[in-house]
């Protein structure tokens, strides 16, 4: 332990009510590893190794470990690197723009049918053996995708339905990505797990938290005569003095300077500079985002909404980067699916820059489809 652990897990858990417990870890891989040998040593401790399937979504990344590449719903990051480890089971994504794909267009309830569909796979495998549903608040690296509305609170009535704890993975979007301090805070969520990493420290120190309820922390110390009856589990660096010094600093900056409300502000403009591209370019067929974390997908029609190559998605990109603008999009991820152009400006991000941003993304779409 040390002074700047101890005070970093104070500041954090004051941002995160209902949850009391922090573990420090290396990297946001790790600190979904954690949680997944949590749920599997709970269902070893109270349900004879039953309980001990993890749900993931289609899309979804939660990390490069072979664990965490299993729970990973991105097929090009999982390609040659399997067998993986059993257990690990898929659910749909919630993607209103790509329903019909899923035979749900035009469904006014969108958003409680694609939590109806996690519903249909824990029958189909059995709620007694399912531990965890382990969820991004919003989909990164597979598209930007914002939950549609309905679907949050139906997620977490199906899991308090079958006893499953809730895992949510805010290794992208905690820490005020999107214009609260987490992600999940945005739909009201009450989760049992969050993961946490990139935006802790700010990228300054390596950093990451798997933080629980108290429930969760009261599952492994119910006989203290049992040598195993605790989480058993090393992290090399996790809690190191510099990370929770950093990561002090960090929430601190952002506070002092008002970065939450100041993400929610520029977040709307950028959304607003998307619309206006969209209504220009016919080639962007969604827009789509949460405070400071937006994506635009490019489509070559959009009635069929085709997705554009992924070639071409990437010269957009390089047209950006020779005006000195810098945005991504996703790649190596999805087969056929690596067209949605994807942004995080800095916290600190001005009008001027959101504005530069969206005139560079005009001029990279003009010279790319014309």
């Given at each position: 332990?040390?002074?700047?652990?101890?005070?970093?897990?104070?500041?954090?858990?004051?941002?995160?009510?209902g949850l009391s417990r922090v573990y420090y870890n290396n990297s946001g891989s790790e600190a979904n590893e954690?949680?997944?040998?949590?749920?599997?040593?709970?269902?070893?401790?109270?349900?004879?190794g039953k309980k001990h399937k993890i749900l993931f979504r289609e899309r979804d990344y939660h990390g490069t470990t072979i664990a965490c590449l299993s729970a990973g719903g991105q097929p090009e990051r999982n390609a040659q690197y399997g067998p993986f480890t059993p257990g690990f089971v898929q659910v749909p994504h919630c993607l209103a723009y790509r329903a019909h794909e899923q035979g749900l267009e035009n469904a006014a309830n969108y958003g409680e049918l694609a939590a109806n569909a996690i519903e249909e796979v824990i029958l189909?495998?059995?709620p007694d053996t399912i531990g965890a549903l382990c969820l991004e608040p919003v989909t990164a690296g597979g598209g930007v995708i914002t939950p549609p509305e309905g679907y949050w609170p139906r997620v977490q009535e199906i899991c308090r339905k079958y006893d499953i704890l809730l895992h949510i993975d805010e290794v992208v979007c905690g820490l005020g990505r999107t214009g609260t301090w987490f992600g999940y805070q945005n739909y009201g969520i009450e989760p049992d797990m969050v993961t946490m990493a990139k935006g802790v420290a700010s990228g300054y120190a390596a950093i990451a938290c798997l933080v629980t309820t108290e429930k969760v922390f009261e599952m492994f110390k119910d006989d203290s005569t049992d040598p195993l009856n605790y989480f058993r589990d090393i992290s090399t660096f996790g809690g190191c003095t510099a990370g929770p010094a950093a990561a002090l600093e960090n929430i601190r900056i952002i506070e002092d300077e008002g970065l939450l409300d100041n993400t929610l502000a520029m977040g709307a403009r950028l959304m607003t500079r998307l619309e206006e591209l969209k209504d220009k370019h016919k080639v962007v067929g969604d827009v789509r985002g949460k405070g400071l974390f937006c994506g635009a997908e490019l489509v070559v029609d959009r009635a069929t909404k085709e997705p554009v190559a992924e070639k071409l998605a990437q010269q957009v990109v390089a047209e950006c980067g020779a005006q000195g603008v810098l945005i991504g999009v996703t790649n190596r991820s999805l087969p056929g699916r690596n067209n949605t152009l994807c942004l995080s400006p800095a916290l600190i991000a001005t009008a001027d820059h959101i504005d530069e941003i969206a005139a560079?993304?005009?001029?990279?779409?003009?010279?790319?489809?014309?």
């Open positions: 332990g040390s002074i700047p652990g101890a005070l970093f897990a104070k500041r954090l858990i004051e941002k995160m009510p954690k949680a997944f040998k949590m749920v599997r040593q709970i269902a070893h401790k109270r349900y004879g189909r495998e059995g560079a993304m005009d001029v990279a779409l003009t010279r790319v489809f014309g």
